[in-house]
């Protein structure tokens, strides 16, 4: 796997697997438990449907631990005047004057409807280390290209809200 994550990534990782430990998995063994007491598993759709939730919720507590185990950390700090991981950036698209915010984060966060940039994308890779004023070369491929102009960069953008993409 080896994801690069930042350690707010991995913070927000083992949040999700403590709780998925201590509240989600109690509940999904009781839910199987009732289920089961209700007699006759062969037509028994609620047995079916907690014993999934149950399996469900395990997987994803084993491929977070296996991201965490096997990612590779990198850092989250910038200087002061630019843009970095998790700093939230104001661009101008030249091209029409259309202004967007976007969040700088990594692969296993990204998310563009929400305006979470991956850093590995091509927006994301141009926009790193540029400064306010500056103009940010973006090649997605040969042949389409675009400029986009930094306008605003907030280094003290709360992350407590992102939530991390499912698999």
């Known amino acids: 796997m080896y994801d690069k994550l930042t350690k707010s990534d991995i913070r927000k990782m ?77 661009v101008e698209f030249p091209e029409d004057g259309t202004t967007e915010v976007y969040k700088i984060v990594t692969t296993v966060r990204g998310n563009s409807l929400e305006g979470l940039i991956s850093n590995e994308s091509p927006l994301g890779k141009a926009l790193l280390g540029k400064k306010e004023g500056e103009t940010a070369h973006v090649c997605v491929s040969p042949g389409v290209e675009y400029d986009v102009k930094v306008l605003k960069i907030d280094k003290s953008a709360d992350d407590k809200d992102d939530k991390l993409r499912s698999f």
């Open 14 to 90: 083992e949040e999700e697997i403590e709780h998925r430990k201590l509240v989600v998995r109690p509940q999904a063994l009781e839910d199987v438990k009732e289920a089961r007491s209700h007699g006759d598993l062969s037509e028994n759709f609620e047995y079916y449907a907690a014993k999934k939730f149950k399996n469900q919720n395990e997987s994803r507590i084993r491929y977070l631990e296996r991201m965490i185990r096997t990612a590779v950390i990198i850092s989250d700090e910038s200087a002061e005047d630019e843009v970095g991981m998790n700093n939230l950036v104001t």
